[in-house]
């Protein structure tokens, strides 16, 4: 059945999503040249919003769970697994009090109504996978505005997107140069669960009547730990979660 309302369903929220892209990218040009870089976030904020509202005309149950109560004046590296694009939107708008900033791949800053202007201007880190030079140099920029504004970065440590759930190994590198330029960064695992269902037949059709959570697991400083041993930290906090 959920395939079957998925061939229904899957069309009408497309045509929102990407109707939703194409209105925004304008009104982030207006507010970056209007409001700068805090006008930009803001609708950038309320575009993923909207996107998540989307998620409803598929009949998904979205729930976020953050019991701790984070500070707004300190970096914070957010380190999550990776199920689907649909893991985004929801941590851009929920994570929205921490300016947390994404590490992608530089391709997606072409071509994409809003999401590729938001990379662009938006702050993160846009790296090319086949040159390692610039993609540590993009993180280490990253870094540095971290430190300057306590702005947050979520990484997804698997390097892509688990499509069947199961949890890939966690790579250090990412979380490694960060700390190297904000070794005072806050550690907080978040746990990704069920947005792969959305996806699992493909991008069509789309699978109805999903749950999906986002579930921030404890925090923790990263001390004297080695980075392979803060990573392993989170890795093992994610997978107890799932």
């Known amino acids: 059945m959920n395939k079957l309302f998925g061939y229904i369903l899957t069309p009408i929220h497309y045509l929102l999503f990407g109707m939703l892209l194409f209105l925004f990218h304008p009104i982030q040009w207006l507010c970056l040249k209007l409001g700068g870089q805090e006008g930009h976030k803001k609708s950038v904020d309320v575009l993923n919003f909207f996107l998540l509202g989307t998620y409803y005309i598929l009949g998904s149950r979205i729930k976020f769970k953050n019991p701790y109560d984070l500070p707004t004046n300190r970096p914070i590296i957010f380190i999550a697994n990776h199920q689907s694009m649909y893991d985004i939107p929801a941590l851009i708008w929920f994570l929205r009090s ?59 440590p698997e390097g892509t997107r688990a499509k069947n759930g199961l949890i890939k190994p966690f790579a250090v590198g990412g979380v490694a140069t960060l700390l190297k330029k904000v070794p005072d960064a806050l550690l907080v695992p978040i746990a990704i669960n069920g947005s792969w269902k959305l996806v699992q037949y493909g991008k069509f059709p789309l699978s109805t009547g999903q749950k999906i959570t986002w579930e921030v697991l404890e925090p923790f400083e990263p001390g004297n730990k080695t980075m392979e041993e803060i990573v392993d930290a989170a890795e093992k906090a994610i997978r107890k979660a799932l």
Not at 104 to 117: A, D, R, V, Y
Not at 125 to 143: F, G, M, P, T, Y
């Open 98 to 156: 921490y300016h947390a900033k994404f590490i992608s791949k530089i391709e997606l800053t072409k071509g994409i109504p809003s999401i590729s202007f938001n990379l662009k201007y938006g702050g993160g880190a846009n790296i090319d996978r086949k040159d390692s030079k610039q993609a540590v140099s993009e993180i280490i920029k990253l870094a540095e505005r971290m430190k300057k504004f306590n702005w947050s970065t979520v990484i997804f």
